[in-house]
Each structure stands twice: as C-alpha cells, then as structure tokens.
C-alpha cells in the first residue's frame, strides 16, 4: 500500500491528540479506508512499538485503540505523578465498584444490601469520577435507578469490554480452604470443652433431683 505510513502517521496523530480511545469507525472514516484496515494497522503499530522498545503502547480499550504506558514503567510514572496521590479512590469507593461492575445493572438499595452500609456518597462520587452512571430503572414498586460502569471505567483497567473482566471464581476460595479457615479460627479444645460443660450441666441437673 503506497499510503501506509501516511496512515500510520495520521492515525498516530488522531489518537495522540484525543481525550478518548478513538474508535477504528471513526479511523476509517477520516482516513476514507475501510475499517479492517484501520484494524491492520493499528495492530501493525502495535508490534512496532513493542520491538521498538518503546515507554508507551497502543492499546485497544473502551472498544478504541489510545496511547498508554508500557506497564513495565509503572514505578517512574507512579514517582512522577505524585499528585495524583489524594485522587485516589477509598478501599470503600473501590469495592462499591467492584460490585458495580460485577452485579450491574443494580440498584443503590441493592449494593448498600450487600455491602452492609449506606453507599449513598460512595455512589455520588463514582459517579462524579465517571466511573459509572445511572442505565435504567427497575420495573419494580419504586422504579429505583440502576447504575452501570461506563466506558472510562473500562479504560481506566485497560479493557476493551466487561467480558475481559477476571471471573469471580478466581478469587473465592473453595470449599476445603473455607472449612480449614474456619478450623483455624476455632479455639483449641473448642469442642472438648464444649463437651466438659456439657457433662457438669448434666450432672447438675441429676444432683438436683
């Protein structure tokens, strides 16, 4: 293809100067070729960078492709942008998120039900991060607003659709680790004692006949 590295050099400019992941549609449609190639392209870039050796990547999240830091720099960028240490989001904001993510769409009833506690600006602060935002309402009594991730919750974890996200079975211990936990958490002599105050009731009973 004669125009490739123009190409390259326009789709490379678009996304450098874009807030957002740019969708390979809109590639295609600027650069007037179809969007298949945009994909070849991109990819082409992709493995350019990586030989390269290159401090940023193009990744392909939030269904656009956009420059990132290659992860392997993650402690000089974690150094320079140390200001960006009071935004980060509370153990609660995350964990709201999480069931968020996992459980959505989903009311704020719902999500206070299985936290435990009132989420009501845990949820305003999400939202106002732009990490989820309202998506319906049930049809139930009350039509409660349902919330959903949105895309820059994706892009924030570099994932391209909700699917990528791990499943929760990789984090829930099976049934023979929860039983040996729970072992561990009981007092030694738990039972035997136990038993011992079970025999001095008996006895008592039958002293007092």
Do not use: H
Request: negative net charge.
């Amino acid at each position: 293809m004669d125009n490739l590295q123009e190409y390259k050099r326009a789709i490379e400019a678009v996304i450098l100067v874009s807030d957002n992941p740019v969708e390979p549609t809109l590639l295609a449609q600027l650069l007037e070729i179809p969007k298949t190639t945009v994909e070849e392209i991109c990819d082409a870039l992709t493995q350019e960078y990586k030989e390269q050796g290159r401090g940023f990547i193009l990744a392909n999240v939030a269904g656009g492709y956009r420059f990132q830091t290659d992860p392997e720099m993650a402690p000089y960028v974690e150094r320079f942008v140390l200001d960006g240490q009071g935004s980060r989001l509370s153990s609660a904001a995350l964990e709201t998120l999480a069931i968020i993510a996992y459980k959505q769409p989903i009311s704020r009833m719902q999500v206070s039900a299985i936290r435990g506690v009132n989420v009501e600006a845990v949820i305003r602060t999400l939202q106002q991060r732009g990490y989820i935002g309202e998506v319906g309402k049930d049809p139930g009594p009350g039509s409660a607003i349902l919330f959903g991730t949105t895309s820059l919750f994706l892009e924030r974890l570099g994932l391209n659709a909700l699917s990528d996200l791990p499943p929760l079975a990789d984090f829930v211990p099976g049934a023979d680790v929860v039983e040996a936990l729970e072992g561990g958490l009981r007092p030694e002599g738990f039972e035997n004692r136990t038993e011992m105050m079970a025999g001095e009731s008996q006895s008592d009973v039958r002293s007092e006949d």
